[in-house]
């Protein structure tokens, strides 16, 4: 990543919808374009302007703004009075939370990612893709303060980080093609080193049986994580360890925090298969 700083915020972003083939007669754009702008909102964000969506979505601002407007009558954004700006609307915790609710794994694992995370002194968190990124569903901190500034909905790139990477190693083959299709789509001359770095992410998930980034996503981070498929028809998932690089160093990452992700990782799987 030396020669050209990756933009990972545009890589986190879904493909647009205008990019799916014309001939998909069953497609509908206008949904997929109102689930874009729902899609534009990240956890960090207070507010966010029409101008905002439409250069995150890469939408016509006139566009925008019948989706906005069309969004706050139904409840999925509200419109701040002074500001004009937009956040997330009660109806978008519904969608969530439903979602959530059925995601038991969530239960089993989170007293053995709180362990790993007390021991490692880092985050350990669970996470399932959408699009080009995967979200958090689960999250677990140790007790240190120095740990990352993430939670339940946050969002992170599929091609940089050690959660996304662990899960391109376990997704199927037309899976991991479509999406290096979209990401090489998204930003062509960015491809070629995002490629190199999933290429040797998953060539240590071969020989270690984790992906690493160290220093890949952001400099000063540092993770491992495994991927795995948690059953009962639920998506693929993964599971990371990571925090401050001075704090996780790659060393103590791959020789004490590896084997018990892996344990604990395939003691959930064991429970998947019961």
Same mark, same amino acid.
């Given at each position: 990543? =030396?020669?050209?700083?990756?933009?990972t915020?545009?890589?986190?972003? @879904?493909?647009?919808?205008?990019?799916?083939?014309?001939?998909?007669?069953?497609?509908?754009? +206008?949904?997929?374009?109102?689930?874009?702008?729902?899609?534009?909102? $990240?956890?960090?964000?207070k507010?966010? %302007?029409?101008? !905002?969506?439409? #250069?995150?979505?890469?939408?016509p601002?006139? &566009?925008?703004?019948?989706? &906005?407007?069309?969004?706050?009558?139904?409840?999925?954004? &509200?419109?701040?009075?002074?500001? *004009?700006?937009?956040?997330?609307? @009660?109806?978008?915790?519904?969608?969530?939370?439903?979602?959530?609710?059925?995601?038991?794994?969530?239960?089993?694992?989170?007293?053995?990612? #709180?362990?790993? +995370?007390?021991?490692?002194? *880092?985050?350990?968190?669970? %996470?399932?893709?959408?699009?080009?990124?995967?979200?958090?569903?689960?999250?677990c901190?140790?007790?240190?303060?120095? &740990?990352?500034?993430?939670?339940?909905?946050?969002?992170?790139?599929?091609?940089?980080? @050690?959660?996304?990477? +662990?899960?391109?190693?376990?997704? %199927?083959? $037309? /899976?991991?093609?479509?999406?290096?299709?979209?990401?090489?789509?998204?930003? /062509?001359?960015?491809?070629?080193?995002?490629?190199?770095?999933i !290429?040797?992410?998953?060539? !240590?998930?071969? =020989?270690?049986?984790?992906?690493?980034?160290? *220093?890949?996503?952001?400099?000063?981070? =540092?993770?491992?994580?495994?991927?795995?498929?948690? %059953?009962?028809?639920?998506?693929?998932?993964?599971?990371?360890?990571?925090?401050?690089?001075? #704090?996780? @160093?790659? /060393?103590?990452?791959l020789? /004490?925090?590896?084997?018990?992700?892996?344990?604990?990782?395939?003691h959930?799987?064991?429970?998947?298969?019961?």
């Amino acid at each position: 990543m =030396n020669a050209r700083r990756i933009n990972t915020e545009s890589i986190q972003a @879904a493909a647009p919808a205008d990019t799916v083939p014309k001939d998909e007669r069953q497609f509908v754009t +206008a949904l997929a374009r109102g689930l874009e702008v729902l899609s534009s909102f $990240r956890s960090r964000d207070k507010a966010l %302007g029409n101008l !905002d969506i439409a #250069q995150r979505c890469k939408l016509p601002k006139s &566009t925008v703004s019948r989706l &906005t407007y069309t969004l706050t009558r139904l409840g999925y954004l &509200t419109q701040d009075a002074d500001s *004009g700006k937009y956040r997330l609307g @009660a109806a978008t915790l519904s969608l969530g939370s439903t979602v959530l609710a059925r995601m038991d794994i969530r239960q089993i694992a989170r007293p053995l990612m #709180q362990e790993l +995370a007390d021991a490692s002194k *880092g985050m350990v968190s669970l %996470g399932t893709r959408d699009r080009l990124s995967l979200i958090y569903v689960e999250n677990c901190r140790s007790v240190s303060a120095l &740990t990352l500034s993430l939670d339940v909905g946050s969002r992170i790139p599929i091609a940089t980080t @050690a959660m996304g990477r +662990a899960y391109l190693a376990v997704a %199927g083959e $037309r /899976e991991r093609a479509a999406i290096f299709d979209d990401l090489a789509a998204l930003d /062509e001359l960015a491809w070629p080193t995002l490629k190199r770095g999933i !290429d040797r992410a998953l060539s !240590d998930y071969r =020989n270690l049986g984790v992906a690493c980034s160290f *220093g890949d996503w952001q400099p000063d981070v =540092n993770a491992i994580a495994v991927g795995f498929d948690p %059953g009962n028809g639920m998506p693929l998932m993964a599971m990371n360890c990571g925090g401050p690089a001075f #704090q996780l @160093a790659p /060393e103590f990452l791959l020789n /004490e925090v590896r084997p018990k992700l892996l344990a604990m990782v395939q003691h959930l799987e064991g429970l998947a298969t019961r």
